[in-house]
C-alpha cells in the first residue's frame, strides 16, 4: 500500500512571514529548500527548513514541509512533532492531518492514526488524497468496510484516481470478493513502474495453452511468487510449456517444482514464449474464488543440492524456526518497521518452554535481535547462513514447526506443506483474509491474530499455550 503526502514540496499555501530584510531572507531560505526538496536532497532540505523556522518560527506551512522530508527521510518521530506544530498554528489543515495519520502509521499507532485521519476527513470532506490515505489507516487497523467507504468516497470525486482503485481492491480481497477484487485490480497497470509485460509478447487471455509457452511475469513480493506458484500446475495441465519469471534468490528452490518448465531472471529475454500474464493477474484468468484455491501440497520439493543439515539434539521434543520479518532481506536497519514486522522482543515469552529447540532464519538486521538480548544459548542462529530461499526451505523441511510472522518463510513452510503458525497484525495482507484462524492456500497453516486492543504479548502467550497443548499431547 502506499500512502501519499497532502502537501508537496512545491508552492506553500502560506509564505513565512517576518519583517523587512529578516522576511526577504526567510523566503529566499524557504525557496531554496523547497528546490532541495524537490530534488530529493533530503538532509540538506532538513537543514535548510531549519534556518528558515530560525527567522519565521509560526509559519505552519514551513512545519508541514519539514515533516513531509523528515518522514522520507525516514525519521517518523520528527515529523509527527513538526505535523502538530504545524496543526497548533493552523487548526483544522486537513493536509496535515493527513500528513500526521501517515506518520504514525508509519510508528504503528494505527489508533491514533486512525483518529489524526478521521479529522483530516472532517476538514477536508472533498479531498481525495484526505479520504484515499484515511481509507488505509481505517483498514490497517482492521475497518475494512469503513476503509472500503472511504476509497469508494475518494473514487466518486475522483474516477481516474487509479492508486486509490488499487487500494479498493485489495481491499476487496481482504473482504473475500475476489470475484470483483482481482478484476479491479487490474487498473493497477496504470501505475508508474506497475506493469511487468512486454510489449512484443502477446497477453493471455484465458484462452486455450495445449502446446504454447507461457510467461508469468514477476510482480509483487517474494512470497506472492512462492504462494502463486501453485497455478503452474493449472497452466501445466491445460498444456502449457510455463516460463516463471522470479529474483534470484527464488530461481533454485522454483526451479524443483515438476510444473514450471524454465525459470528467468526478471527481465531477462524469454524466446519462445507465445503468450504472457503477470502473476497477479493469475487467479483471475483461472477464475479462483475463495473456494476454489488449489490446495496440494507440497507443491514444491525440497531442493537438496548445497543443503546444509540442522544439529537437532536427540532429546528436543519440537525443533522449531522462528522468523520475525516480512521480507527474505529482513528488517531493515534504519526507518519504520514495515506493518505486520515484530521483534524477538516479542517471542521471548516462547523461549522458556523446556524441549524446545529454536533456531532462527531470521536474515537482515532483525537477526542481530538475538545478541542484542542475549539469547544466542538459547537461539541458533541460521538464517544469516542461508544463501537463497532453496536453503531455507531445506532447513524449514527439517523442523517440526515453524512460528513466525507474515513472512517469506510462512509462504514456504505452507508450501512445503510443513506445520506453520503465522502471527498476524491487524489490517494484514488480502491473502489471509479476515478473522479466519486457517489459510484457503495452506492447509497447513493456522493463524493468530492480534486485535486491535491487545499487545503482541497477548498473541504470543495464546501461541504458548498452543504450544504447551501440542507438548502435552506428545
Given at each position: 500500500?502506499?500512502?501519499?503526502?497532502?502537501?508537496?514540496?512545491?508552492?506553500?499555501?502560506?509564505?513565512?512571514?517576518?519583517?523587512?530584510?529578516?522576511?526577504?531572507?526567510?523566503?529566499?531560505?524557504?525557496?531554496?529548500?523547497?528546490?532541495?526538496?524537490?530534488?530529493?536532497?533530503?538532509?540538506?532540505?532538513?537543514?535548510?527548513?531549519?534556518?528558515?523556522?530560525?527567522?519565521?518560527?509560526?509559519?505552519?506551512?514551513?512545519?508541514?514541509?519539514?515533516?513531509?522530508?523528515?518522514r522520507s527521510a525516514g525519521r517518523p518521530e520528527a515529523a509527527v512533532a513538526c505535523y502538530r506544530r504545524s496543526l497548533g498554528i493552523r487548526p483544522g489543515a486537513?493536509?496535515?492531518?493527513?500528513?500526521?495519520?501517515?506518520?504514525?502509521?508509519?510508528?504503528?499507532?494505527?489508533?491514533?492514526?486512525?483518529?489524526?485521519?478521521?479529522?483530516?476527513?472532517?476538514?477536508?470532506?472533498?479531498?481525495?488524497?484526505?479520504?484515499?490515505?484515511?481509507?488505509?489507516?481505517?483498514?490497517?487497523?482492521?475497518?475494512?468496510?469503513?476503509?472500503?467507504?472511504?476509497?469508494?468516497?475518494?473514487?466518486?470525486?475522483?474516477?481516474?484516481?487509479?492508486?486509490?482503485?488499487?487500494?479498493?481492491?485489495?481491499?476487496?480481497?481482504?473482504?473475500?470478493?475476489?470475484?470483483?477484487?482481482?478484476?479491479?485490480?487490474?487498473?493497477?497497470?496504470?501505475?508508474?513502474?506497475?506493469?511487468?509485460?512486454?510489449?512484443?509478447?502477446?497477453?493471455?487471455?484465458?484462452?486455450?495453452?495445449?502446446?504454447?509457452?507461457?510467461?508469468?511475469?514477476?510482480?509483487?513480493?517474494?512470497?506472492?511468487?512462492?504462494?502463486?506458484?501453485?497455478?503452474?500446475?493449472?497452466?501445466?495441465?491445460?498444456?502449457?510449456?510455463?516460463?516463471?519469471?522470479?529474483?534470484?534468490?527464488?530461481?533454485?528452490?522454483?526451479?524443483?517444482?515438476?510444473?514450471?518448465?524454465?525459470?528467468?531472471?526478471?527481465?531477462?529475454?524469454?524466446?519462445?514464449?507465445?503468450?504472457?500474464?503477470?502473476?497477479?493477474?493469475?487467479?483471475?484468468?483461472?477464475?479462483?474464488?475463495?473456494?476454489?484455491?488449489?490446495?496440494?501440497?507440497?507443491?514444491?520439493?525440497?531442493?537438496?543440492?548445497?543443503?546444509?543439515?540442522?544439529?537437532?539434539?536427540?532429546?528436543?521434543?519440537?525443533?522449531?524456526?522462528?522468523?520475525?520479518?516480512?521480507?527474505?532481506?529482513?528488517?531493515?536497519?534504519?526507518?519504520?518497521?514495515?506493518?505486520?514486522?515484530?521483534?524477538?522482543?516479542?517471542?521471548?515469552?516462547?523461549?522458556?518452554?523446556?524441549?524446545?529447540?529454536?533456531?532462527?532464519?531470521?536474515?537482515?538486521?532483525?537477526?542481530?535481535?538475538?545478541?542484542?538480548?542475549?539469547?544466542?544459548?538459547?537461539?541458533?542462529?541460521?538464517?544469516?547462513?542461508?544463501?537463497?530461499?532453496?536453503?531455507?526451505?531445506?532447513?524449514?523441511?527439517?523442523?517440526?514447526?515453524?512460528?513466525?510472522?507474515?513472512?517469506?518463510?510462512?509462504?514456504?513452510?505452507?508450501?512445503?506443506?510443513?506445520?506453520?503458525?503465522?502471527?498476524?497484525?491487524?489490517?494484514?495482507?488480502?491473502?489471509?483474509?479476515?478473522?479466519?484462524?486457517?489459510?484457503?492456500?495452506?492447509?497447513?497453516?493456522?493463524?493468530?491474530?492480534?486485535?486491535?486492543?491487545?499487545?503482541?504479548?497477548?498473541?504470543?502467550?495464546?501461541?504458548?499455550?498452543?504450544?504447551?497443548?501440542?507438548?502435552?499431547?506428545?
Amino acid at each position: 500500500m502506499t500512502t501519499q503526502e497532502n502537501t508537496k514540496p512545491g508552492a506553500p499555501a502560506t509564505q513565512p512571514t517576518a519583517r523587512n530584510e529578516q522576511a526577504d531572507e526567510a523566503r529566499r531560505v524557504y525557496e531554496l529548500a523547497l528546490e532541495h526538496h524537490r530534488a530529493g536532497r533530503l538532509d540538506i532540505a532538513i537543514k535548510e527548513y531549519a534556518r528558515v523556522l530560525k527567522l519565521a518560527p509560526s509559519a505552519p506551512e514551513v512545519y508541514n514541509n519539514l515533516g513531509v522530508a523528515l518522514r522520507s527521510a525516514g525519521r517518523p518521530e520528527a515529523a509527527v512533532a513538526c505535523y502538530r506544530r504545524s496543526l497548533g498554528i493552523r487548526p483544522g489543515a486537513a493536509n496535515a492531518y493527513t500528513n500526521l495519520g501517515n506518520a504514525l502509521r508509519d510508528l504503528g499507532e494505527t489508533t491514533r492514526a486512525v483518529e489524526a485521519h478521521r479529522r483530516a476527513v472532517k476538514h477536508g470532506p472533498k479531498s481525495p488524497k484526505a479520504l484515499y490515505n484515511a481509507g488505509l489507516a481505517f483498514r490497517e487497523g482492521g475497518l475494512s468496510k469503513v476503509a472500503l467507504e472511504h476509497f469508494e468516497r475518494a473514487i466518486k470525486l475522483e474516477p481516474t484516481y487509479a492508486l486509490c482503485r488499487v487500494e479498493r481492491a485489495i481491499t476487496l480481497l481482504q473482504m473475500g470478493e475476489w470475484q470483483r477484487g482481482f478484476k479491479e485490480l487490474e487498473i493497477r497497470f496504470a501505475l508508474p513502474g506497475r506493469d511487468p509485460r512486454r510489449k512484443d509478447i502477446e497477453n493471455w487471455n484465458g484462452s486455450a495453452l495445449q502446446g504454447r509457452a507461457i510467461l508469468v511475469n514477476y510482480e509483487g513480493d517474494e512470497g506472492t511468487v512462492i504462494q502463486f506458484a501453485r497455478f503452474a500446475a493449472v497452466l501445466k495441465r491445460g498444456g502449457a510449456k510455463v516460463v516463471m519469471e522470479c529474483p534470484p534468490h527464488l530461481k533454485h528452490l522454483l526451479s524443483s517444482s515438476p510444473d514450471i518448465d524454465e525459470i528467468i531472471s526478471v527481465g531477462a529475454d524469454a524466446p519462445g514464449v507465445d503468450v504472457q500474464v503477470p502473476l497477479l493477474s493469475l487467479p483471475a484468468r483461472l477464475g479462483t474464488l475463495v473456494d476454489t484455491v488449489p490446495e496440494e501440497t507440497p507443491y514444491l520439493p525440497v531442493p537438496r543440492i548445497g543443503s546444509s543439515r540442522l544439529d537437532i539434539h536427540p532429546e528436543t521434543r519440537l525443533a522449531i524456526g522462528f522468523a520475525w520479518s516480512a521480507n527474505w532481506d529482513g528488517r531493515a536497519a534504519k526507518g519504520p518497521k514495515r506493518h505486520g514486522d515484530m521483534m524477538l522482543d516479542d517471542f521471548t515469552e516462547l523461549a522458556g518452554i523446556p524441549g524446545l529447540q529454536l533456531f532462527s532464519l531470521e536474515r537482515g538486521a532483525g537477526a542481530g535481535d538475538i545478541a542484542r538480548l542475549g539469547f544466542q544459548p538459547l537461539i541458533e542462529q541460521t538464517g544469516q547462513t542461508l544463501m537463497d530461499a532453496a536453503d531455507l526451505a531445506s532447513a524449514i523441511d527439517q523442523l517440526d514447526l515453524v512460528i513466525c510472522s507474515h513472512s517469506v518463510a510462512a509462504h514456504i513452510a505452507g508450501a512445503l506443506g510443513k506445520p506453520v503458525w503465522m502471527l498476524l497484525d491487524v489490517g494484514a495482507d488480502w491473502s489471509w483474509l479476515l478473522d479466519r484462524e486457517d489459510s484457503p492456500w495452506y492447509p497447513s497453516m493456522r493463524i493468530f491474530r492480534r486485535t486491535a486492543d491487545e499487545p503482541w504479548s497477548a498473541t504470543v502467550t495464546r501461541v504458548r499455550q498452543a504450544l504447551m497443548d501440542v507438548l502435552k499431547g506428545g
